[in-house]
């Protein structure tokens, strides 16, 4: 059983530790809140994510509350995803659960590891976000159906993911007026973990014909 001034020792080491990983990362940076407390914040704004170190230590200890203090930032929307220390982790620290969750941010957000409260924050969704054509808005139903589209994803459902990407594609030719060039670029992050012979077998009988003008031309190059 640790001390309580062996416990601020740990914490006093792991932030050091943070501050370290923060200067050395191209995702993250340090800025006041509005307690001027020290928080850290992803460069991505939408989705973005922050996170309060301070608060984090302050209410674990006070409370016995052993949740993240994070907030996640969607367009003008601000929630606070549910971001629990794992019952195996090491318990020396709580900062060090955070440095964990940096080290994710910085790692492209794998799926195997990121919380599903912070799946928006997966690389391949971001990757798609960024391509979107500069000034086309990105709904709450895209956000859905692109996390849909890296559930399925991840449970190798290649067959059920090439029919949500050939219908996304479509709303965003139709509706959202992009070219040809425009929406392959966007699925493309998502048709570059599928196998070519799913690709090429789903393409034999889509959904729709015109799933062969998007899914064909960026996933068998």
Not at 35 to 51: A, E, N, S, Y
Not at 106 to 125: F, I, V
Not at 129 to 142: F, K, N, V, Y
Request: hydrophobic share 40%.
């Amino acid at each position: 059983m640790s001390t309580p001034q062996e416990k601020i020792k740990a914490e006093i080491r792991a932030l050091e530790l943070l501050a370290n990983v923060i200067e050395e990362s191209c995702e993250w940076y340090v800025r006041l809140n509005d307690r001027k407390q020290v928080v850290i914040h992803t460069f991505d704004d939408d989705p973005g994510l922050m996170i309060d170190p301070c608060a984090t230590v302050e209410r674990y200890y006070k409370d016995d509350n052993e949740h993240l203090v994070t907030y996640m930032f969607v367009g003008s929307n601000t929630s606070a995803p549910c971001v629990v220390i794992a019952k195996d982790a090491p318990t020396c620290a709580i900062i060090d659960t955070v440095i964990s969750l940096v080290l994710l941010a910085d790692s492209g957000w794998p799926a195997k590891y990121t919380p599903l409260t912070l799946a928006l924050m997966r690389e391949n969704l971001r990757d798609s976000i960024r391509s979107s054509p500069l000034g086309s808005a990105i709904t709450q139903e895209d956000y859905d159906r692109l996390e849909y589209i890296n559930v399925l994803l991840d449970t190798n459902f290649y067959e059920g993911a090439l029919q949500v990407i050939g219908e996304h594609s479509r709303k965003c030719y139709t509706c959202k007026g992009w070219t040809e060039a425009e929406v392959q670029e966007h699925i493309e992050p998502f048709l570059m973990v599928i196998p070519n012979d799913e690709i090429k077998a789903y393409l034999e009988s889509p959904v729709d014909p015109s799933d062969a003008k998007f899914i064909g031309q960026s996933g068998l190059q």
